[in-house]
């Protein structure tokens, strides 16, 4: 009978920590203030986490699963063209963002805070945008076949940029608290992929 309210309890802290991290990063977000904003006992925090450092990497798992939808439900559409899907990914990811009143990515967020203090986090933020430009990488090289693409770089590495470019976006996203950044970039690696550089 206990399950399914511990489970719950865990959720809450969770989507707190979310909310919490983003919104103060890692140093600025307390036991107490997760406590608080979760509604959950005392003493629930490590009954579910070994500490806070296990917390933030859970928080980051959890933030994972929503990329791992977005993309799933995004490049698995195959009525669209390569690129398009791509970019709906994008546009979901973007909701997320004015959900959370464009406070940006929390992996890129989390890195810039913790990469060079954290190995163990560093690994998990590269590790995560990695696995978002590999899978980014797949509709890349469909559109490279297609001739969709006028650049001679591997898809994988053309992935790779994107998600380095997006991130870099949706920091200054977060700056301004205004989402322009964030198509404006997508508009410009598009045309920069795929338009024929001018000769003259």
């Known amino acids: 009978m206990d399950k399914e309210p511990t489970t719950a309890t865990k959720q809450r802290m969770l989507d707190a920590g979310l909310t919490l991290l983003l919104e103060q990063g890692y140093h600025g977000v307390g036991v107490q203030a997760v406590l608080d904003a979760a509604q959950a006992p005392k003493g ?5 986490f ?3 450092e296990d917390f933030a ?10 990329v791992h939808a977005a993309l799933d439900a995004s490049l698995s559409d195959s009525s669209r063209a390569p690129l398009d899907r791509i970019r709906g990914f994008f546009e979901l990811v973007s909701q997320g963002y004015e959900h959370d009143g464009y406070l940006g990515c929390l992996l890129g967020g989390l890195g810039q805070e913790l990469s060079g203090a954290s190995d163990v ?19 890349l090289g469909e559109a490279r076949a297609r001739g969709d693409l006028t650049v001679a770089e591997d898809p994988a590495v053309l992935a790779q940029r994107l998600v380095e470019c997006w991130e870099g976006a949706a920091l200054h ?25 001018d000769d003259g």
């Not at 629930?44 to 579910?48: C, E, I, M």
């Open 50 to 52: 070994n500490d806070k």
């Open 173 to 197: 996203s977060r700056l301004l608290r205004d989402p322009s950044p964030l198509p404006a970039m997508l508009d410009f690696y598009f045309r920069a992929i795929t338009r024929v550089p």
């Open 57 to 66: 990497l859970q928080v980051v798992d959890a933030y994972m699963t929503g």
């Open 121 to 139: 986090f560093a690994t998990k933020i590269d590790w995560c945008l990695g696995y978002i430009a590999g899978r980014l990488a797949e509709p």
């Open 44 to 48: 629930s925090f490590y009954h579910h």
